[in-house]
C-alpha cells in the first residue's frame, strides 16, 4: 500500500513551526509497515528548512519515506498539469474527520493490521453459503 502521512499533530505533538513530543506508537508503527512493504509518503505542510529538519527528525527515529510531499521520489511539481493532492491508499492524518485532532496510533495499528498478525491473518475470510452456515460447514 502507498500511505501518506502527515507530520504536525499527526507523528508529533502540533507544536508548528517547531518539533513536538513523539507521538505514542507513531514511528513504531511507521516502521512496521515499512518492513511489511508498504511505501509511506511524507505529506505535510512544511516546506524549505522546516521540512528538513522534519524529514531528519523521521530519520532519526528510524523511518525513511518513500517519497516526501510528492507522488514518488523523482516527480517534479509542475503546477499547471498537476494536482498538489498525493495519489495514495491511506492518508494519516490529525484533520481527518475521524480523528478530528486527535491520533491514536493503536487504532490505526488494529485498522492497518500491523504487528503481531502473519500472513493468514490478512487472508479474506471466504463467506459461507447460507446452508453451510445454518450446519456449521
Not at 504536525?8 to 507521538?23: F, M, R
Not at 509518503?41 to 521540512?51: D, F, Q, V
Not at 486527535?102 to 491473518?121: H, P, Q, R
Request: charged content about 35%; aromatic content about 14%; some cysteine.
Amino acid at each position: 500500500m502507498k500511505i501518506a502521512v502527515d507530520f504536525d499533530g499527526t507523528l508529533v505533538e502540533h507544536k508548528y513551526p517547531e518539533i513536538g513530543a513523539k507521538k505514542l506508537f507513531a514511528f513504531e508503527t511507521l516502521r512496521e509497515l515499512q518492513k511489511r512493504g508498504d511505501f509511506l509518503i511524507l505529506w505535510t505542510y512544511r516546506s524549505g528548512k522546516l521540512l528538513d529538519e522534519a524529514v531528519e527528525f523521521c530519520r532519526k527515529n528510524g523511518v525513511e519515506f518513500y517519497a516526501v510531499n510528492k507522488n514518488y521520489p523523482e516527480e517534479e511539481f509542475d503546477e499547471t498539469q498537476m494536482s498538489r493532492k498525493i495519489d495514495a491508499d491511506v492518508y494519516i492524518d490529525d484533520r481527518n474527520v475521524e480523528f478530528l485532532g486527535e491520533i491514536d496510533w493503536s487504532e490505526i495499528c488494529k485498522k492497518l493490521k500491523v504487528g503481531t498478525m502473519n500472513e493468514a491473518d490478512y487472508a479474506t475470510p471466504k463467506k459461507k453459503s447460507f446452508l453451510g452456515s445454518l450446519f456449521g460447514k
